[in-house]
């Protein structure tokens, strides 16, 4: 519902907007993604600083049948490519959006393609622990641990140095990762669009407006001011 101050200025009473990532941390464009929706969510908060934003994110494994220790990375990207020639130039696609929103991916450190549940798993489950704990932080250190620095985000090991320097409870996540390592690995409640999602990053913004790709963040803001009814700002 929409009102108007005592000075006639235009107020929405709902001013809120949901913003749904769906994203899977072996995927380059869903760091793109990221970073590329983070710069929109600060770009909108300028021109309707009365919206409050809330993102949500869900994951979504691309290689779920990857084996709980990974692959080589360098030889699973050539056999899915065909050759050393095409992954090179599908690489400098990618290093080409990720300039652009300010990444630097070393493909050359990364040497495991892992199965991310165990990454996806952690931070469904300290959110689900952890009163208010915002995941964004935890996931783009996830992200770039994995592309910028080469780490197996599939060794418990790993997420648990990444856990502790995000700030989980060592006690806690240490017992999280024991459970994980014996394979009890807790169920992760799908986002009211999954079955809708065939490729990642993909977002929906107020259950309604979907974007499927890595999109600049202009493209994502336009979305998010259409979203809100906004025509003035677009």
């Given at each position: ?9 235009p ?17 380059p464009?869903?760091?793109i ?202």
């Amino acid at each position: 519902m929409n009102g108007t101050t005592k000075q006639g200025t235009p107020v929405n009473r709902n001013a809120s907007l949901t913003v749904d990532v769906h994203f899977d941390f072996v995927c380059p464009w869903c760091l793109i993604g990221k970073r590329n929706l983070d710069a929109a969510v600060n770009r909108f908060a300028t021109l309707r600083p009365d919206v409050t934003v809330k993102v949500r994110w869900h994951s979504h494994q691309l290689l779920p049948d990857m084996p709980a220790g990974g692959v080589p990375y360098q030889a699973f990207y050539v056999n899915r490519l065909g050759s050393p020639g095409a992954v090179a130039a599908r690489r400098a696609q990618v290093q080409e959006a990720a300039h652009a929103a300010g990444v630097q991916l070393a493909f050359d450190r990364i040497e495991v393609m892992p199965n991310t549940r165990a990454a996806h798993d952690l931070v469904s489950w300290a959110v689900a622990t952890g009163a208010g704990f915002s995941p964004a932080p935890l996931i783009d250190r996830l992200f770039t641990g994995y592309f910028m620095d080469g780490e197996d985000i599939g060794d418990p090991d790993v997420l648990e140095r990444i856990g502790l320097a995000c700030g989980l409870d060592a006690a806690e996540l240490a017992e999280h990762l024991a459970a994980a390592r014996r394979g009890d690995s807790m169920a992760r409640p799908d986002s009211p669009q999954a079955d809708s999602v065939s490729g990642v990053p993909h977002f929906v913004i107020n259950s309604a407006l979907s974007l499927s790709g890595a999109y600049s963040p202009g493209a994502i803001v336009d979305a998010m001011l259409r979203s809100t009814g906004d025509q003035e700002n677009r």
